[in-house]
T-cell receptor, first 110, second 116 residues
Framework: TQLLEQSPQFLSIQEGENLTVYCNSS?????LQWYRQEPGEGPVLLVT?????EVKKLKRLTFQFGDARKDSSLHITAAQPGDTGLYLC??????????FGQGTRLTINP | ETGVTQTPRHLVMGMTNKKSLKCEQH?????MYWYKQSAKKPLELMFV???????ENNSVPSRFSPECPNSSHLFLHLHTLQPEDSALYLC???????????????FGPGTRLTVT
């Protein structure tokens, strides 16, 4: 059973376009994190959201945690080729571990 | 060195070999993790060490044997692996806060393992 479902799994768009990726679950998380992973590297933490309804911005990236703390979204404005990568959401359910989604592989074409 | 380092970055081994993966964290964290990342599968948590004690073994086959000699170092000893064990093995660390969970994790670059 996949606790965290990410959609879409693959997304290829042109530079300058906007996009949103989603991370959904039927489980409640005490916090949720977003990571970006580039080829040949480990995931790098982008943001942690903790409070239901919380919105965090990181330059052109906007992260939102659902009111019920079961889902999250990542919105990128005016995407650039440097945004290309695998985006992973991870939910913190306690017990010293994270549950990861399967990832959204994003390609931004120049 | 900063952050989390892993060696080797690439490893090719036969099914009868014994090898070890090494992870070192320079962040002063007190929890360390091994993950397996395969194509088309989510990151799979293998082991968790907190304050040098193993607190999680996620039904991992015994051909994988972790070792945490201190809070900065983590090893994964490999023996008689199968081709399906080929994957990217990632190490991570975090700062455990009381009874709180993993919270923010910092990953190494991974070891790309190929079992022939």
């Amino acid at each position: 059973t996949q606790l965290l479902e990410q959609s879409p799994q693959f997304l290829s768009i042109q530079e300058g376009e906007n996009l949103t990726v989603y991370c959904n679950s039927s489980s409640v998380f005490s916090s949720l994190q977003w990571y970006r992973q580039e080829p040949g590297e480990g995931p790098v933490l982008l943001v942690t959201v903790v409070t239901g309804g919380e919105v965090k911005k990181l330059k052109r990236l906007t992260f939102q945690f659902g009111d019920a703390r079961k889902d999250s979204s990542l919105h990128i404005t005016a995407a650039q080729p440097g945004d290309t990568g695998l985006y992973l959401c991870a939910g913190d359910q306690g017990a010293q571990k994270l549950v990861f989604g399967q990832g959204t592989r994003l390609t931004i074409n120049p | 060195e900063t952050g989390v380092t892993q060696t080797p970055r690439h490893l090719v081994m036969g099914m009868t070999n014994k090898k070890s993966l090494k992870c070192e964290q320079h962040l002063g964290h007190n929890a360390m993790y091994w993950y397996k990342q395969s194509a088309k599968k989510p990151l799979e948590l293998m082991f968790v060490y907190s304050l040098e004690e193993r607190v999680e073994n996620n039904s991992v086959p015994s051909r994988f044997s972790p070792e945490c000699p201190n809070s900065s170092h983590l090893f994964l000893h490999l023996h008689t692996l199968q081709p399906e064990d080929s994957a990217l093995y990632l190490c991570a660390s975090s700062q455990k806060r009381g009874l709180a969970a993993a919270y923010e994790q910092y990953f190494g670059p991974g070891t790309r393992l190929t079992v022939t």
